[in-house]
């Protein structure tokens, strides 16, 4: 049957490619994903879900998450979601991928390791004492 008008559409099932069911079965897909997460995975889930206006925006976004899972393994997800939602403050797939990617979330750990070192102890450096006031 023909639409009259502009910007009308009628999709029967049928004539989809097999891609394009694909994405009719995602709200579902994504539900039983998440309720299998637990931890970071799932509260960065929940923030990525709660930003955007439309769901379907947001079950893409996840969809790329889960994606990034098969690709990277649950483990090194877990650990990258805990950097993003430790380390950024806005909180998207792009985010997360790069942290993945560039192994963000690995290289803090270095970071904090140096901090933690303490301070070497040398004639020529200058102490809190110095400072204070009087030389």
């Known amino acids: 049957m023909r639409l009259r008008g502009r910007g009308k559409r009628s999709t029967i099932d049928e004539h989809m490619p097999p891609h394009?069911?694909?994405?009719?079965?995602?709200?579902?897909?994504?539900?039983?994903w998440l309720e299998s997460r637990s931890g970071?995975?799932?509260?960065l889930a929940r923030k990525?879900?709660?930003?955007?206006?439309?769901?379907?925006?947001?079950l893409r976004h996840l969809s790329g998450v889960m994606?990034?899972?098969?690709?990277?393994?649950?483990?090194?997800?877990?650990?990258a979601s805990g950097?993003?939602?430790?380390?950024?403050?806005?909180?998207?797939y792009r985010t997360l991928a790069n942290a993945l990617r560039y192994e963000l979330y690995k290289k803090l750990e270095l970071?904090?390791?140096?901090a933690d070192?303490?301070?070497?102890e040398h004639t020529n450096i200058r102490g809190a004492d110095y400072y204070k006031g009087g030389n």
Do not use: M
Request: hydrophobic share 30%.
């Open 20 to 32: 394009h069911l694909a994405y009719k079965k995602l709200p579902y897909n994504v539900r039983k």
């Open 117 to 120: 070192e303490k301070v070497i």
């Open 111 to 114: 970071f904090q390791q140096d």
């Open 83 to 92: 950097y993003v939602l430790r380390r950024e403050t806005s909180y998207r």
């Open 67 to 79: 994606s990034l899972e098969r690709k990277y393994g649950i483990e090194n997800l877990e650990e």
């Open 48 to 58: 990525i879900y709660s930003r955007e206006k439309h769901a379907a925006c947001s």
């Open 40 to 43: 970071n995975t799932l509260l």
